[in-house]
């Protein structure tokens, strides 16, 4: 199992820019897909979640509003759509995937996740 993100760069603050996740390998419309990310110094931080079945996101308050997770099952790929940037977004992102049934109360919670990309790096500059 792969997941390789793509996707990053240099934006300037209230800029927009996509990122995307493609798995090989094993690969389920099931799945939980997840978008953490880490900034210098800083841990790992929860950013959003999407759910297989039944569809149904999840964001982090910093985030709500102008990013957007989807998926495209077909591509077996994730995407993490990045509106009105700010230079606090700044950081390496990574995607993540659970293959277990979900718990909703988990997904904001890097151990929940069994295989992660290898990260993407974003600059916002201000």
């Known amino acids: 199992v792969q997941l390789q993100a793509s996707g990053g760069g240099l934006v300037q603050a209230g800029g927009s820019r996509r990122l995307s996740c493609a798995a090989s390998?094993?690969?389920?419309?099931?799945?939980?897909l997840g978008w953490f990310r880490q900034a210098p110094e800083k841990e790992r931080e929860f950013v959003a979640a999407?759910?297989?079945?039944?569809?149904?996101?999840y964001y982090a308050n910093s985030v709500k509003g102008r990013f957007t997770i989807s998926r495209d099952n077909a591509k077996n790929t994730v995407y993490l759509q990045m509106n009105s940037l700010k230079p606090e977004d700044t950081a390496v992102y990574y995607c993540?995937?659970?293959?277990?049934?979900?718990?909703?109360?988990?997904?904001?919670?890097?151990?929940?996740?069994?295989?992660w990309g290898q990260g993407t790096q974003v600059t916002v500059s201000s």
């Open positions: 993540a995937r659970h293959e277990g049934r979900i718990i909703t109360g988990l997904v904001h919670n890097s151990d929940y996740y069994d295989y």
């Open positions: 390998g094993r690969t389920s419309s099931s799945y939980t």
């Open positions: 999407i759910r297989g079945v039944g569809g149904g996101e």
